[in-house]
């Protein structure tokens, strides 16, 4: 009786408006990237920010309408093996049907192939939107989207023609197959096999891939996998791997165009801890050896052409951990402006009302660190996506600038906020309390979704390596020194608004101790590999911190150059809220890389002289 009075009291919050900020994206695209600049470009110059606002009011209204309320009913009622095919909930027939018929999934290519050659960066706006409304449904389209994607960049015409309209329709799903039983990380060690047929580009592919979402499920009528595998007789390690295109069905080429079994079996479906209206599959491939695979592009070059999709998802996961993360924040702190309980400590008065849980300092504690940590992190991932334009439209440096930002920065965009909206989940089920830890309230789901993103598109770990051993010393560390440069002139911007000098300062020393943690580390490289890259993950986190306070510091000084011309309170509230944010990111998070850095500049090398026997 006690749990249904709490929850008849507090019920879920409204689902409208609830689940992000329509104005912090609005802040982002135009105060703070311009991302009207784009349409300088003759690729974008159909667009304006009347055509980037309608696009986001679509997102928000499919959203609203679609996606969010189905977003428990996908949780509960997860998707199941039924007589060798995964069954999804019935609502996403319609979803994917939607994205299909209103172009999402082709949006970003050339008026040529159907798209609309949308920016990324507003794609990416828009993606948000719909992940943080329902991440598992927000799954299936965009992953057609990167698998297409691959098909026209590095595929033959016949392969465009035949797979790419059909995706972008929604009538046919796209996936990417990469991992192997006994190949998880280590792709070098895939041993799917490719042998040739008669046919020319044709290949008959045998072996078994497994969590790959939306492998297999009834909301269309064809699954296309993008799949690596190995040649017979090709070089050893990644070298020999190749890229195929794997249709789960194929046509038979007739005045009717029948579709066939490809020999692609659904052997099960994984249950996850979340994320669990999305189909994660364990797929047998050729075990009657009749599963046909078309090679895309040259052999042995399959791991560079999936290396494209791979990091877009990689951009792609940064930014669902995000949505997630501020789902959850919209939903704390609904609760905690209608929650009462006790009274502040300066006011012990029983005979008092209550006071509202948001006007308590650890409560407000938890809110700005997940304010400061999903808009931060939001706030890089949009970055990430206009340096993503700029490569694709602009010319000499403006064009390696961006590219090599986005190639450098790509490890944090994905690791940081995932690691981190784990924790800003966690902070939004404490502030709920016992309700957090119910089903009654969202909050559960969504600390049990964000878990997934430290993990898929490349672990933690994994990203550190490539940050340290990899991008840092990409053409003789090019790309640090472009971001040196975009960090100073943001520390010399913020240096020239008044209540800001203090933090350019901090930031600027944060930088310096980066610097010289980086040099540390890379003179221990030569004489030795392992110890070089031992704290890789310390490292990233290290990176990413600075980075997000290198946002704040840019979000800082807009805003307070704003603020005294913000007429409506709530503009006012608004700009005051991030100069909060800010200084909260300075005072609890940014103070870490000074940790982090006497952990990275320690002689101790306990985890590389630590034993198997001593655990």
Not at 240 to 249: A, D, R, T, Y
Not at 397 to 417: C, F, G, H, V
Request: proline share 3%; charged share 20%; aromatic share 10%.
């Amino acid at each position: 009786m006690a749990l249904f009075c709490i929850t008849s009291i507090y019920k879920l919050p409204n689902m409208a408006h609830s689940f992000y900020s329509k104005r912090d994206l609005q802040f982002n695209l135009y105060e703070l990237l311009n991302a009207e600049q784009l349409t300088q470009y003759g690729y974008y110059q159909d667009h304006d920010r009347e055509s980037f606002e309608m696009i986001l009011d679509a997102a928000e209204q499919i959203s609203e309408k679609m996606l969010r309320p189905l977003l428990t009913e996908m949780d509960r009622q997860e998707p199941q093996l039924v007589d060798g095919k995964i069954r999804v909930h019935e609502g996403m027939k319609a979803i994917v049907k939607r994205f299909g018929e209103d172009g999402w999934i082709n949006a970003l290519f050339s008026y040529e192939e159907g798209g609309q050659q949308l920016p990324i960066t507003v794609q990416n706006a828009a993606a948000f939107i719909f992940q943080a409304a329902n991440y598992s449904a927000s799954v299936f389209p965009f992953l057609t989207t990167g698998a297409s994607n691959l098909i026209r960049t590095f595929g033959s015409k016949q392969l465009i023609d035949t797979y790419t309209p059909l995706m972008y329709s929604g009538a046919w799903q796209g996936t990417m197959a990469l991992t192997e039983p006994d190949a998880g990380s280590s792709l070098s060690d895939i041993s799917t096999s490719a042998e040739p047929t008669d046919e020319e580009g044709t290949y008959r592919i045998k072996g078994q891939k497994i969590y790959i979402s939306c492998g297999d499920h009834d909301a269309c009528e064809n699954v296309i996998h993008l799949m690596l595998a190995k040649i017979k007789g090709g070089p050893a390690g990644t070298k020999g791997i190749s890229l195929f295109v794997v249709p789960q069905k194929r046509l038979i080429v007739d005045a009717n165009q029948n579709l066939i079994d490809n020999d692609v079996q659904t052997a099960g479906v994984y249950h996850k801890m979340g994320y669990k209206g999305a189909p994660i599959a364990h797929l047998m491939v050729g075990s009657n050896d009749n599963c046909l695979g078309y090679l895309v592009g040259e052999p042995h070059k399959g791991l560079n052409y999936m290396f494209q999709m791979m990091n877009e998802a990689r951009v792609g996961v940064g930014t669902n951990a995000v949505a997630i993360g501020t789902a959850a924040y919209y939903a704390s702190l609904q609760y905690a402006k209608e929650r009462p309980q006790g009274r502040l400590i300066s006011d012990k008065d029983p005979s008092k009302p209550q006071s509202l849980i948001v006007r308590h300092a650890d409560v407000k504690r938890m809110l700005l660190f997940q304010k400061s940590i999903v808009e931060g992190a939001l706030s890089l991932l949009l970055q990430c996506g206009l340096w993503s334009d700029l490569a694709h439209v602009a010319e000499g440096e403006t064009k390696e600038r961006a590219e090599l930002l986005l190639d450098l920065l790509t490890p944090i965009a994905k690791s940081y906020p995932s690691e981190m909206c784990c924790q800003t989940t966690s902070a939004a089920v404490q502030i709920l309390g016992g309700a957090g830890y119910t089903t009654d309230f969202p909050v559960e789901q969504f600390y049990r979704e964000a878990r997934i993103h430290p993990i898929h598109e490349g672990t933690t770990g994994i990203h550190g390596l490539d940050l340290l051993g990899r991008k840092i010393v990409m053409k003789n560390g090019k790309a640090v020194q472009y971001l040196m440069q975009e960090m100073y002139q943001t520390i010399v911007a913020a240096r020239s608004v008044s209540g800001l000098e203090n933090k350019a300062n901090e930031l600027e020393e944060s930088v310096t101790t980066l610097s010289k943690t980086t040099a540390h580390l890379l003179s221990i490289a030569p004489q030795n590999t392992e110890l070089f890259l031992a704290d890789a993950t310390l490292y990233l986190e290290m990176f990413g911190i600075t980075t997000i306070a290198w946002q704040w510091l840019k979000q800082a000084t807009v805003a307070a150059q704003a603020l005294p011309n913000a007429t409506a309170e709530a503009e006012q509230n608004f700009y005051q809220g991030k100069l909060m944010a800010a200084r909260y990111f300075f005072e609890y998070e940014l103070v870490k890389v000074q940790s982090l850095a006497t952990r990275l500049l320690s002689h101790d090398h306990v985890t590389v002289e630590m034993q198997t026997a001593w655990f």
